[in-house]
């Protein structure tokens, strides 16, 4: 059999819609020739329905998806497209490739459900035994559209048993109606940003609408088993140091979620300014801690600071230390303690023996000076702590400039962490 729609009077058209690992393509069709003239795609001599018919007398089924491919290209490439401009000819090919590409899975999972054949004996893990075959249905999303499933289904006949559906594990069907290409998209989309902002961009890259709780649910179960996964992975076999830093960031909570000691009403709290609120004030926040736990890859020859602080322009600079399987955490229930004891902990399972260097990095945060100190103590481990330059930069300039809010207190503790190491 020749390969493509040239068996039935048309040349190759090529359907692309994929989902890359880490990488949405947009659905798009190639065009193959289905007749030159004068440099310009035309179909010649068939009528839709002529080729539909001749597509179906080569497989059953291959009708509809033919006229639709004709349709599709007759209509951008023929007479009635000629006043249409180049965004509205992509509109209606992206639109057509989608309507297809849904036509097209659909067959396919309609041939799977024709060719299903019934079992015997069904039993589930409960070891309560199946006897019954029943049709079932359901609905899938994908990032074309939405296909019917059609499958075998099993049941016992008994009450709060449920059916089984031996096709759904071989289809690797999602237990949700998304399908797991479209979540993964969604979850690629919402780590770059809100959610809101993957609503879009998944409606823009695929057509489909997903509601928010629908997003937040996709991304917290493919968050799910992140721990035990990376528990599972064997220990890192280096010899460079090893990095840990914390941090936290602000998030804009309700009043109800806020911690105690920050649950004042606006209304109630000290008043720094006459017109204007100062820190504090601004709005209800909650801290939400953060961490990361990266070996360190050591260049050869070490920078120096006149390398890094006084480098002129143009000049290269000189190699960097490069992290290495860098381990996350974030947390905006517990406090700082609990984030750092977890960066102890996973410190500890890559270098059981204290064999490495243990850096910590922070901000000048004597807070988490003293977690840190504490966690090491209760470890036996020896960390050298390093301080962000930059950061203890800005944080003198900000106290500089509103000493008379803050007294002083940031200079005085940026002073101690500065010398007394």
């Not at 009077?9 to 890359?20: E, F, I, P, S």
């Not at 639709?68 to 992206?94: H, I, K, N, T, Y």
């Not at 035994?129 to 249905?137: T, Y």
């Amino acid at each position: 059999m020749s390969h493509g729609c040239g068996s039935f009077g048309v040349t190759a058209v090529w359907l692309v819609a994929c989902l890359r690992a880490g990488e949405a393509s947009v659905p798009m069709v190639l065009m193959c020739e289905i007749g030159i003239a004068e440099g310009k795609p035309q179909v010649e001599g068939y009528a839709a329905g002529e080729l539909a018919a001749s597509a179906e007398r080569v497989a059953p089924g291959l009708g509809l998806l033919a006229g639709m491919l004709a349709e599709l290209a007759g209509g951008v490439a023929g007479p009635g497209a000629a006043g249409m401009s180049f965004e509205q000819l992509e509109r209606r090919v992206v639109a057509g490739v989608r309507e297809l590409g849904v036509a097209v899975l659909q067959h396919a999972l309609d041939a799977r459900a024709a060719a299903e054949v019934r079992l015997a004996g069904v039993t589930g893990a409960d070891e309560v035994a199946r006897p019954r075959a029943v049709r079932g249905a359901r609905t899938i999303v994908t990032v074309l559209g939405a296909v019917r499933v059609r499958r075998i289904g099993y049941r016992a006949g008994v009450k709060g048993v449920r059916a089984l559906f031996p096709a759904d594990a071989v289809l690797n069907l999602p237990r949700r109606r998304y399908s797991w290409g479209l979540q993964q998209l969604a979850v690629l989309f919402t780590q770059a940003g809100s959610y809101q902002q993957a609503r879009q961009f998944v409606r823009a890259a695929t057509g489909v609408a997903i509601g928010k709780r629908q997003l937040e649910q996709i991304t917290a179960e493919a968050a799910a088993d992140a721990a035990g996964f990376e528990a599972a992975l064997p220990r890192e076999q280096g010899a460079g140091p090893l990095a840990l830093s914390p941090d936290a960031k602000g998030v804009a909570m309700l009043p109800g979620a806020l911690r105690r000691r920050g649950a004042k009403a606006p209304a109630q709290r000290a008043r720094n300014f006459g017109k204007r609120r100062g820190t504090g004030e601004k709005g209800h926040k909650r801290m939400a801690q953060a961490g990361c736990v990266s070996g360190v890859a050591v260049p050869d020859q070490p920078r120096t600071p006149e390398q890094i602080l006084a480098r002129q322009p143009g000049q290269p600079p000189p190699q960097a230390p490069e992290a290495a399987g860098t381990w996350y955490t974030a947390d905006i229930t517990g406090g700082a303690a609990q984030t750092i004891a977890a960066l102890f902990g996973q410190a500890g399972r890559r270098d059981p023996a204290r064999a490495r260097t243990w850096i910590a990095l922070t901000d000048g945060d004597n807070h988490q000076i003293r977690q840190i100190q504490d966690q090491a103590a209760a470890r036996g481990a020896a960390v050298t702590i390093l301080i962000d330059f930059v950061h203890v930069l800005q944080l003198s300039t900000v106290s500089a400039r509103e000493s008379h809010v803050f007294a002083g207190q940031i200079v005085v503790a940026i002073d101690v962490t500065l010398f007394r190491r």
